[in-house]
């Protein structure tokens, strides 16, 4: 009697186990992939191995997961290549190289100036000299008034930066 209510037990321990296994599981996978095409193949052929947070850790474009994706299938990954073909679309999709923001040259510290505009830490320092000598900057234009700036580059970068 002991043990049969010990076997119970433990069977009942077992089954608590896995369902929590399976919920961690799904929950993984619904928080790291967002909904789409190819979603159900990802997070079946990506967990395998690793856990899929690893799968989806980086960010890149159709040549980059082409390479991951072979490299995987390198590693001993079982596609179809139908898979292969929605994986890789799913993934140029929702996992695109990161693209940053422009930087608003009003309110940029001059750190975000030097990396982002690739600055000198002089020119960096003049604009925001200048912008607390003059206020807000509302143009390109009035960018370029800022003592000792690289035109070219400012120019160059116009793209990137927002007023
Ligand atoms: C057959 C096993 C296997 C499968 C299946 C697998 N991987 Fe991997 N993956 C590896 C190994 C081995 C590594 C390298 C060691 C590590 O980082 O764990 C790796 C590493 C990675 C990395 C880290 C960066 C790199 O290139 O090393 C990424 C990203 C990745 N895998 C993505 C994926 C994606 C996306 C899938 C599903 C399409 C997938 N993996 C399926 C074995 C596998």
């Known amino acids: 009697m002991l043990i049969r209510n010990f076997s119970l ?24 992939l967002p909904d789409g095409d190819g979603k159900t193949e990802v997070a ?6 690793h856990d899929l947070g690893k799968a989806v850790s980086v960010r890149q474009d159709r040549a980059g997961w082409g390479a991951t994706l072979l490299k995987m299938v390198g590693f001993g990954m079982k596609s179809s290549d139908e898979e292969l073909r929605t994986m ?3 993934l140029e999709t929702h996992f695109q190289p990161e693209e940053l923001p422009p930087v608003n040259v009003n309110t940029a510290r001059a750190i975000e100036l030097e990396s982002r505009l690739t600055l000198k830490r002089s020119e960096a320092s003049a604009i925001l000299k ?10 390109i234009d009035d960018l370029l008034k800022v003592p000792g700036i690289d035109a070219a580059k400012i120019q160059d970068k116009r793209d990137w930066i927002t007023f």
């Open 130 to 139: 200048y912008r607390a000598a003059h206020g807000k900057f509302e143009s």
């Open 9 to 32: 037990h433990s069977m009942t321990r077992v089954a608590v186990m896995a369902a929590a296994l399976a919920v961690t599981a799904f929950g993984a996978e619904n928080e790291l």
């Open 88 to 90: 890789l679309a799913y």
């Open 44 to 49: 079946q052929n990506c967990a395998t191995c």
